[in-house]
């Protein structure tokens, strides 16, 4: 029997230099080269052949396709051994981990995070496109696997007819970005994966993964059930009202922070109802909430906007509220310490929802001086 060998890539990332993920190395390959830590010359001519099935043709019209010869590789060794199915799930989760961290990075002073404004490097899932690779030494092609409801389909191609084209949403040159701190904070939980807490983390994460991928075929109707489906499992919620649910546990969640407490009304099965001493925070949910609902028991079309902030739509509010909660959690698991700029944020968030203000992180900013 031949032997097997697996690798495993993101083909659309651009990273300079190596860094890690829990146990794992993600480094270029034209890195990997130069170190000469790949000392089988069968492997490595194997593995130029499957970098050159994957394409840029965003600049066509100027150039020539350019071949994506230098992919960022998972190393867990460089032997290239096929992964375990603990494996497996290890690499998902850390796809999942390293594009929310890239997407929810705050340190950049241009906007309130990636998500939002429209500059360069701007994030979404779809960059962070993971591929698994088995591979032998002396096939003529290159084994496909394809994921169907029955299963796992396998297409055989020639080497020179395999092209991957980089998906036009996802085609951003700059070098890759993230919060380094909730990369590392994120990482522990890979050690622990079985723990109710950062099962939920990693569960939440997935869905927020395939709610952020700008493709087409995805509309906001499904962007929107996702992300309120990920709040559900990130607090645990699993039957009865959930919309109150949500409200109680996001107040709980931001105890301790700047509040701003007013009244307001909300649907209910029997007419409206009128709440008292809720947060800012509780009556977006709630509002966020019955959208969901709308969409999934009346098929109605989504009403994204968010009256009170003209500036944000409810999925980008959902973001900024998903992000903080993550943070919070994390910081309460001991994995992951607020920050001053954090716990600023937390502070201004109601603020922020309440009034037509144009960045939360400007408001954060403020109050640190």
């Known amino acids: 029997m ?29 890195q990997l080269r130069k170190e000469s830590r790949i000392n089988d010359g069968s492997i490595i001519a194997q593995l130029d052949n499957i970098f050159k099935g994957y394409i840029d043709n965003l600049n066509a019209f100027v150039k020539r396709d350019e071949t994506i010869d230098n992919p960022i590789v998972i190393i867990k060794d460089t032997s290239f051994s096929p992964f375990s199915t603990d494996e497996d799930n290890d690499l998902l989760h850390l796809r999942n981990i390293l594009a929310y961290s890239a997407i929810c990075t705050n340190d950049n002073e241009k ?8 500059h360069d490097p701007y994030y979404n899932s779809s ?30 191609g020639l080497r020179e007819f395999n092209r991957f084209t980089i998906p036009l949403y996802a085609s951003f040159k700059s070098e890759l970005q993230y919060d380094k701190g909730l990369l590392n904070a994120l990482s522990k939980t890979l050690t622990n ?65 700047t509040e701003n407490k007013h009244p307001f009304q909300r649907k209910t099965r029997t007419g409206t109802r009128t709440e008292s001493n809720r947060l800012w925070k509780e009556h977006w949910i709630c509002k966020f909430y019955e959208e969901r609902n709308d969409i999934i028991h009346n098929n109605k ?45 937390c502070d201004n968030c109601e603020d922020f929802l309440s009034q037509n203000c144009a960045s939360l992180q400007q408001l954060a900013q403020t109050q640190l001086g």
């Open 111 to 118: 906007s309130e995070r990636n998500t939002y404004k429209h």
């Open 2 to 30: 031949k032997q097997r060998y697996t690798v495993a890539f993101f083909p659309w990332l651009n990273a300079v230099k190596p860094f890690n993920i829990g146990k794992y190395e993600l480094i270029s390959y034209k």
């Open 301 to 345: 079309t989504p009403n994204l906007k968010w009256p009170h902030n003209k500036f944000f739509t409810h999925l980008e509010i959902a973001d900024i509220i998903f992000d903080l909660i993550v943070r919070i959690m994390l910081d309460k698991e001991k994995f992951y310490q607020l920050t001053d700029k954090d716990k600023a944020r």
């Open 193 to 257: 994966p079985s723990k109710n807490t950062t099962s939920r983390l990693l569960s939440a994460l997935e869905l927020f993964y395939y709610a952020h991928t700008d493709s087409n075929i995805m509309r906001d109707r499904g962007d929107l059930i996702m992300i309120a489906t990920a709040f559900e499992i990130l607090f645990d919620i699993q039957t009865g009202d959930k919309r109150t649910q949500l409200m109680d546990k996001i107040q709980e969640a931001f105890r301790g922070f």
């Open 127 to 156: 960059i962070f496109d993971l591929i698994i690779q088995g591979f032998t030494l002396d096939s003529e092609g290159l084994a496909f696997s394809i994921r169907r409801r029955h299963g796992m389909d396998t297409i055989l």
